[in-house]
């Protein structure tokens, strides 16, 4: 089945542009996750939204940061005012959320985003 | 989430079987083994989890030490296209904000032709 899809595959901005950054989760999963990864580093935790709770915004580096999920599908993370320290490889997940032990998280190919 | 430790690089030969280590000597008794991978400009994937006992699946095998402070990956024949960063962690089923992923360094497996 389809998995994980996210666009653009690649963005290319100035700074203080804003770029919005899509991800459609797998149909049916109720958890949905946008990481950031800095090349050659780990995963770094941004948002998690889970059926209609409240998200965890708790990992968002600043207010120029914002990400909403609509009709419990489609995810949108919007950066504003870019800045070069923003470049890096998005990555967005879904899951079952069928408890945090054995939950297994599915992941996109990211959006690689280079902030000239 | 308790810490692993892997090795930082393993190497390969095609089709020969592959066995990458994990050790987590301070696992709880209720959380469960992952090992994810990352293939180099994609996002991780997720190969499989178990408990206490062994488990397979198309991808991999995951044998779990007895006393459960160690688990290995098992490739029964590596292919080119399993080249990777391969990532062991644990989850605590307990609730909280555990469901974040971190990753560690991982052992950065080379398939050589």
């Known amino acids: 089945g389809a998995g994980v899809s996210q666009s653009p595959s690649n963005k290319v901005t100035e700074k203080g542009k804003d770029v919005e950054l899509r991800c459609d989760p797998i149909?049916?999963?109720?958890?949905l996750y946008w990481y950031r990864q800095r090349l050659g580093q780990g995963l770094e935790f941004l948002i998690y939204?889970?059926?209609?709770?409240?998200?965890?915004k708790s990992g968002l580096p600043s207010d120029r940061f914002s990400a909403e999920r609509t009709g419990g599908s489609v995810s949108t993370l919007t950066i504003q005012r870019t800045q070069q320290e923003d470049s890096a490889v998005y990555l967005c997940?879904?899951?079952?959320?069928?408890?945090?032990?054995?939950?297994?998280?599915?992941f996109g190919p990211g959006t690689r985003l280079l902030v000239l | 989430d308790a810490k692993t430790t892997q090795p930082n690089s393993m190497e390969s030969n095609e089709e020969e079987p592959v066995h990458l280590p994990c050790n987590h000597s301070t696992i709880s008794g209720t959380d469960y083994i992952h090992w994810y991978r990352q293939l180099p400009s994609q996002g991780p994937e997720y190969v499989i989890h178990g408990l206490t006992s062994n488990v397979n699946n198309r991808m991999a095998s995951l044998a779990i030490a007895e006393d459960r402070k160690s688990s290995t990956l098992i490739l029964h024949r590596a292919t080119l296209r399993d080249a990777a960063v391969y990532y062991c962690?644990?989850?605590?089923?307990?609730?909280?904000?555990?469901?974040?992923?971190?990753f560690g360094k991982g052992t950065l497996l080379t398939v050589n032709p």
């Open positions: 149909s049916g999963h109720t958890a």
């Open positions: 997940a879904s899951s079952l959320n069928l408890g945090q032990g054995q939950e297994t998280q599915y």
């Open positions: 962690i644990l989850r605590d089923p307990s609730g909280g904000s555990n469901y974040k992923l971190t």
């Open positions: 939204f889970q059926g209609n709770s409240a998200p965890d």
